[in-house]
């Protein structure tokens, strides 16, 4: 079956540390992979989204960046998080004739 | 570039109503057309999936629609139940556009409140 690990579910971190979220994906190969953003009672906002490997096209300026190393894994990175960046972010996958389907997500707070 | 609307943006219902909720799209190039559920602090759960060769899917008490020459979907729950209450959510995955940009983005509307009480 096909599934995303998203891992941690939550993190606290503070103004101006870094942060790196990874994301693996099972059960499908050469994917489309994608990273949002969700606010408290909002839609999903696309960060970045990737076709390929070292395929990055990104959707919003802002203070996060992404990579995918290999097929099946995509990671959310920034060199100094701000108080903007929390929210919940999702990774998922997608192929043209199958479901997308979610990670779990990670709850990332700001302090 | 393409835009997903979806309307209403929250319905409450009492138990047992038919309901439909509306998702519209700005570019018909679409490769297929997805209906989510989102319960509240969780990930998206997949409902229905419908390409773009398709008009309609069925799951149990759920029916979505597609008319993509006119950029829209229905998504129909009969009989709800308390237990429907969630966010849902369409969503779809474009096609490349003759610039090149845009492939394989997916994008989002920003989803129907739904709260059906007892």
């Known amino acids: 079956s096909q599934t995303i690990h998203q891992w941690p579910a939550t993190l606290v971190q503070p103004v101006g540390s870094p942060l790196s979220l990874e994301c693996t994906v099972e059960?499908?190969?050469?994917?489309?992979l994608y990273w949002y953003r969700q606010a408290a009672g909002r839609g999903l906002q696309l960060l970045f989204y990737?076709?390929?490997?070292?395929?990055i096209s990104s959707e919003v300026p802002q203070n996060l960046s992404a990579s995918r190393p290999q097929d099946r894994q995509f990671i959310l990175s920034s060199k100094k998080l701000l108080l903007s960046d929390s929210g919940f972010y999702l990774c998922?996958?997608?192929?043209?004739?199958?479901?997308?389907?979610f990670g779990q997500g990670t709850r990332l707070t700001v302090v | 570039k393409q835009e997903v609307t979806q309307i209403p943006a929250a319905l409450s219902v009492p138990e047992g109503e038919n309901l439909v909720l509306n998702c519209s799209f700005t570019d018909s190039a679409i490769y297929n057309l997805q209906w989510f559920r989102q319960d509240p602090g969780k990930g998206l759960t997949s409902l229905l999936l419908i390409q773009s060769s398709q008009r309609e899917q069925t799951s149990g008490r759920l029916n979505a629609s597609l008319d993509k020459s006119s950029g829209r979907s229905t998504l129909y729950i009969a009989a709800s139940q308390p237990g429907d209450s969630a966010t849902y959510l369409c969503?779809?995955?474009?096609?490349?556009?003759?610039?090149?940009?845009?492939?394989?983005?997916?994008?989002f509307g920003q989803g129907t409140i739904l709260t059906v009480h007892p």
């Open positions: 059960g499908t190969s050469n994917p489309n």
């Open positions: 998922a996958a997608a192929r043209v004739n199958t479901e997308a389907f």
């Open positions: 969503a779809v995955l474009t096609v490349p556009n003759a610039g090149g940009t845009s492939y394989g983005k997916l994008t």
């Open positions: 990737s076709v390929g490997i070292g395929q």
